[in-house]
């Protein structure tokens, strides 16, 4: 039926955008939350002891990594949202 066709090319249409902006904006956006972490959490710890280290920068050109699938998926629901 045309509705289930158009469906399927939204579906891949949607996810092909989602996998180009997460590929674009992962390593800005893991070394963004890397920085405040290190800024906020380590530098202003309430920990004496030290137990707080510093997590090492990620490279910004690194298109995968921890947590790439869960904003593949919220990029994809966000372009199938407007695309439905």
């Known amino acids: 039926s045309p509705v289930s066709g ?15 902006e997460t590929g674009l904006t992962f ?8 920085m405040a972490y290190n800024n906020s959490m380590v530098s202003f710890a309430s920990v004496v002891d030290g137990s ?10 690194d298109v995968w990594g921890p ?7 919220r990029n994809f ?6 695309r439905s």
């Open 6 to 20: 158009t469906l399927s090319v939204s579906v891949l249409a949607s996810l092909g955008a989602a996998a180009v």
């Open 67 to 73: 947590g790439a699938a869960a904003m593949l998926m």
């Open 27 to 34: 390593g800005s956006q893991a070394r963004n939350a890397q």
């Open 77 to 82: 629901l966000s372009v199938m949202s407007i």
């Open 52 to 61: 707080r280290s510093k997590v090492p920068l990620c490279n910004v050109y």
